[in-house]
């Protein structure tokens, strides 16, 4: 049994002043997969009426956010969100700029339909707690 003398508190997060429950935001943890962000972006920013925002968990620790990538054309927010170690539990983090209380998470490399999405998130609406 390994005891420590350090107390592990959860993150709890503060109630926060929610701009509604009709979109939600897109986590998207990248690395090491610049390339790709542009037809994710493309894809994700077609979708204003359920996507808030979109937030990149920029991983790609001491390189910059490519000036391409920052200036894309979207009709969502995109923020990049520079970290300080690469770790996964980065994309879990409650990161003050989320504004919304429904968070979709996903990896740079994947497409979702708009078909699942809202199908994702009309049941997240339904059963949520």
């Not at 995109?78 to 300080?84: H, N």
Request: charged share 25%.
């Amino acid at each position: 049994l390994l005891q420590t003398s350090k107390r592990v508190e959860p993150y709890f997060v503060s109630a926060r002043q929610y701009r509604s429950d009709d979109k939600f935001t897109i986590v998207l943890l990248t690395y090491k997969r610049t390339a790709t962000l542009s037809t994710v972006f493309d894809h994700y920013c077609k979708m204003p009426e359920i996507i808030d925002q979109i937030l990149v968990i920029w991983n790609n620790i001491g390189e910059p956010v490519p000036r391409e990538l920052l200036n894309c054309p979207c009709k969502l927010p995109v923020t990049f969100l520079e970290q300080k170690e690469n770790k996964l539990i980065n994309r879990f983090l409650p990161y003050p700029e989320i504004k919304t209380k429904c968070v979709f998470s996903l990896d740079d490399d994947r497409l979702v339909s708009r078909k699942s999405l809202q199908l994702g998130f009309r049941m997240w609406k339904a059963y949520r707690l």
